[in-house]
């Protein structure tokens, strides 16, 4: 693959090393226990990957993803047929007045969905240029970050820039979610997973990097609007592992398929459901599994 042509430092924040108490004692159980960890000093984008930041990628390389490959028989042999197409995880809101019990109900696998048409049916528009790019897999972001020169940050990295300098705090700009009332983050506005008349900033979907509020690092959408893909393999911190509510996987998905730590929160994340929109949030998701709720950022470590 070619590199990138821009600068790698271009649209990056330089996070001086340190280190931070990692985790949550007050929230979900894969958060703990609370920790100290050291990070070095390290180069991180200021926001997620663009979908018009991989089209570049993607112009340059001729890269294919992941969902827009054909799943085979002998990869999956306990798939179902029908399953062995192309195609991604998509959310859909159920209908007002069902009674959803089940992420099933609101997550589902579609043919020809993928990063250029993340729903299946609409094709991406320039009104999306600065939106995250989704539909994309583990081993997808790994492919944009070696071209750009970069890679994914370990989880300590990317919540350590997410506290954004504020120790100990529950979400990345302070102790409240919504301080007199003022939204900073993409997340579900309402009773998820059913929504709402959209007011301006209830986007129920993916918004433009950058129309919420920056942390102290400076750094956009840390919390909300994606999950971010990690280096890190999910590894539980303490008695019981538990299925995130979050975690959307690919139904023909093989049981060996590695896991690795997401981090962020996304639109999806709802006090009444999924209260994952904090720096110290967590889960697991397969690496072949991409969805309409997860993109990435790059980092640089100095040599």
Not at 39 to 60: E, R
Request: glycine share 10%; aromatic share 12%.
């Amino acid at each position: 693959m070619k590199k990138a042509v821009s600068h790698p430092y271009d649209n990056m924040c330089w996070i001086n090393p340190g280190e931070f108490h990692m985790g949550s004692s007050s929230h979900y159980p894969e958060e703990r226990p609370v920790r100290l960890e050291k990070v070095g000093g390290f180069w991180i984008d200021i926001a997620p990957v663009t979908n018009k930041q991989f089209a570049h990628f993607v112009a340059d390389t001729g890269y294919i993803t992941t969902a827009e490959k054909q799943p085979t028989a002998e990869e999956f042999p306990d798939a179902d047929p029908a399953l062995l197409v192309p195609g991604s995880l998509v959310f859909r809101s159920p209908e007002p007045g069902s009674s959803p019990r089940h992420f099933s109900d609101w997550w589902f696998y579609v043919p020809g969905a993928f990063w250029r048409r993340p729903d299946g049916e609409n094709v991406l528009t320039p009104a999306d240029d600065n939106k995250p790019v989704v539909q994309i897999c583990w081993d997808d972001a790994m492919a944009y970050a070696r071209w750009a020169g970069k890679t994914l940050p370990t989880e300590a990295e990317w919540e350590f820039a997410a506290r954004g300098g504020l120790e100990g705090l529950p979400f990345a700009w302070g102790d409240e979610f919504q301080p007199g009332g003022k939204i900073l983050a993409n997340t579900w506005q309402g009773n998820f997973p059913f929504k709402g008349a959209a007011g301006a900033n209830h986007h129920y979907g993916t918004s433009a990097v950058g129309s919420f509020p920056a942390n102290g690092y400076g750094l956009f959408d840390m919390i909300g609007n994606v999950w971010e893909w990690t280096c890190d393999e999910w590894q539980p911190d303490h008695s019981v592992q538990k299925r995130s509510c979050c975690m959307a996987k690919k139904p023909v998905s093989a049981g060996h398929i590695q896991q690795k730590v997401l981090k962020g929160g996304s639109h999806l994340c709802a006090p009444n459901y999924c209260q994952r929109y904090r720096p110290a949030a967590r889960h697991a998701q397969t690496t072949d599994s991409a969805t309409t709720h997860i993109g990435f950022r790059c980092i640089i470590r100095p040599e």
